[in-house]
Nanobody, 124 residues
Framework: QVQLVESGGGLVQAGGSLRLSCTAS????????MGWFRQPPGKGREFVAG????????YYADSVKGRFTSSRDNAKNTVSLQMNSLKPEDTAVYYC?????????????????WGQGTQVTVSS
């Protein structure tokens, strides 16, 4: 079955950096656009970043544009999220997801496979 496994979360001070990775199995990875979402404490899950199946196109939420960068390595079935200049408001559980319907990167409903999430905590 399809599995997405995130790693790289942790505790970091404001202004610091983290790199999240997501390794996929059970699917033909290079056929799937991928997304990153996050769920802050007490809030809903929100779009963070998306990347096309080839990696040639990326999309970001306004709140992370210029600070976060998504990339992928189709040979290794991995997608990554480099997070720089982290802020306390970036604190959340971060999820990677594979898009299975439509062409909307920003909507949760476009994604059918989800990882279990990894916690990112940014202290002030």
């Amino acid at each position: 079955q399809v599995q997405l496994v995130e790693s790289g979360g942790g505790l970091v001070q404001a202004g610091g950096s983290l790199r999240l990775s997501c390794t996929a199995s059970g699917l033909t990875f290079n056929l799937y656009a991928m997304g990153w979402f996050r769920q802050p404490p007490g809030k809903g899950r929100e779009f963070v970043a998306g990347i096309s199946s080839s990696g040639g196109n990326t999309y970001y939420a306004d709140s992370v544009k210029g600070r976060f960068t998504s990339s992928r390595d189709n040979a290794k079935n991995t997608v990554s999220l480099q997070m720089n200049s982290l802020k306390p408001e970036d604190t959340a559980v971060y999820y990677c997801a594979a898009r299975v319907r439509g062409d909307n990167y920003f909507s949760r409903g476009s994604y059918g496979y989800w990882g279990q999430g990894t916690q990112v905590t940014v202290s002030s």
